[in-house]
């Protein structure tokens, strides 16, 4: 009797997964497309889409003293130190935007250097940032600066930075001051870059200042993130209802590296929720981990999207620390150590459309030291990009990463992701073939 109600209890039990495993299959599919087979010329933008690159202070302008370089030393880290000096070379790395014919440049602004001690604010940076604003106006192209692009003044690190409800407050003064100074030529503010990487990072994996293990910490932080844009979102469009301010989210996409494993599927499902479903419902529900943060709630006049790659998720993930992920047989790796996939681009558009608010792709590039692979990364991106339009998202910009090779922060100097490469002992940039390739596409539009 008893093992009769055993086996009738396992039976059941193995039907449940089986079929659950199967809706999942239906219900998230990882599609790829035989490249062979597609014209990456046939794309259609239309005249109002804008083309651009990003790049961010701590990993381009130089000679910064912030959380990062404390980080940096504190861990035998490769030293940003002088980066790509564009804090002095800006006027010459505009020219190169101009080249390439591009009509929107993503920035971010180093607040360590504005505020280098708590209240203490010095003009003269942010006289700077302002004439490299009417530089851009100038020269017709939309700057769109981000406010917090994982650097902040030391001194506020110490204080414990994002860990820390009350000091949220501060960061929200320099949102202000920054605001204050130049929305009469910037419409387009961008206040967190990459909430779940920052956290992650930096409070889970140790990688990134502060360089904690503590998935408590990092929840905390998450949320503090998210209240934090809220209450700048909520600050800055009391000053100016017509600015228009976003937060740039890395969408990486979790997929079971066995789609028929009862393992892998709970898996990529339980990252993918703590890694982008959290933070969309966060600006949907204003809530996020059963905590209520109402300041959140449908905080984006327009979203921007990070897209890189997906990761296949099994028991046998890697040490993220060596950065070697799985690949499907036909995918190629980017020196990154993750593959290439660019129709994750499509599934992450699809993932921010129920927020119902424009997407503009605040970064999208690829670590290829040897250009071998950024041709062909541009063009099947910049393709399924414009599938998304065609079939009817409302994606307003496409920003390469990175107009420069940069400082690519725990990985040092050693990923190179510019379109233009950079001699960091001459600092003479020098345009690459995958770079004049992107000129073409964008004049041809
Ligand atoms: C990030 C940042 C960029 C990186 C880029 C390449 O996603 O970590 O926004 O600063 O340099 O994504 O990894």
């Known amino acids: 009797m008893w093992g009769r109600l055993v086996l009738l ?29 597609v014209d990456l010329e046939d794309l259609d933008f239309p005249t109002s889409f804008r083309w651009g690159t990003a790049t961010a202070a701590h990993q381009v302008e130089g000679h910064l003293v912030n959380n990062w370089t404390v980080h940096e ?73 981000t406010l917090h692009h994982f650097s902040h003044p030391a001194w506020w690190e110490e204080k414990g930075g994002f860990a820390k409800q009350e000091n949220i407050r501060a960061f929200v003064a320099y949102c202000e001051r920054v ?40 929840l905390r932080v998450m949320r503090h993130l998210l209240s934090a844009h809220g209450h700048v979102y909520a600050a800055l469009k009391k000053k100016q209802p017509e600015a228009q301010i976003g937060m740039a989210k890395n969408v990486t996409l979790f997929d079971p590296k066995n789609r028929w494993s009862p393992i892998d599927w709970p898996l990529a499902r339980l990252l993918e929720r703590l890694w982008n479903g959290a933070w969309r419902s966060g600006i949907q529900h204003g809530r996020m981990f059963f905590t209520d943060i109402p300041e959140a709630k449908g905080s984006l006049d327009f979203v921007g999207l990070n897209y890189y790659t997906h990761v296949l998720t099994g028991l046998s993930l890697p040490a993220l620390r060596n950065m070697r992920f799985p690949k499907r047989r036909h995918e190629v790796f980017t020196e990154f150590g993750y593959p290439m996939y660019a129709e994750g681009l499509r599934r992450a558009i699809e993932f921010l459309a129920p927020l119902n608010v424009p997407i503009e792709i605040t970064e999208n590039g690829v670590a290829d030291a040897n250009d071998a692979l950024r041709g062909e990364h541009l063009k099947r991106h910049i393709w399924v990009l414009s599938r998304a ?35 960091f002992e001459t600092q003479q940039r020098t345009l690459r073939q995958s770079g004049d390739l992107y000129r073409n596409i964008v004049q041809k539009r």
């Not at 199967?22 to 497309?33: G, N, T, W």
């Not at 409070?203 to 293990?213: C, E, N, S, T």
């Not at 307003?396 to 040092?412: K, Q, T």
């Open 389 to 423: 339009l065609a079939d009817g998202y409302d994606v307003r910009s496409y920003h390469h990463w990175s107009l420069l090779d940069n400082f690519e922060w725990a990985e040092g100097y050693s990923m190179r992701f510019g379109l233009h490469h950079v001699d």
């Open 73 to 145: 030393a504190a861990n035998g880290l490769e030293q940003s130190g002088a980066a790509c000096d564009h804090w002095n070379r800006w006027r010459e790395d505009f020219q190169l935007l101009s080249d390439l014919g591009l009509n929107s440049y993503r920035f971010s602004i180093e607040w360590s250097r504005l505020e280098p001690s708590e209240g203490v604010w010095d003009d003269e940076p942010l006289e700077r940032y302002s004439n490299m604003v009417d530089d851009l106006v100038a020269r017709g192209i939309r700057p769109v600066v």
């Open 179 to 218: 605001f204050e100074a130049l929305s009469d030529r910037v419409d387009t503010w961008v206040t967190i870059n990459e909430p779940t990487v920052f956290s992650i990072m930096g409070y889970a994996l140790g990688m990134f200042p502060p360089g904690k293990r503590s998935p408590r910490s990092t």
């Open 9 to 37: 209890g396992l039976g059941a039990f193995v039907v449940f997964k089986l079929s659950l495993i199967l809706y999942r299959r239906r219900k998230f599919p990882e599609p790829h497309e035989d490249w062979s087979t």
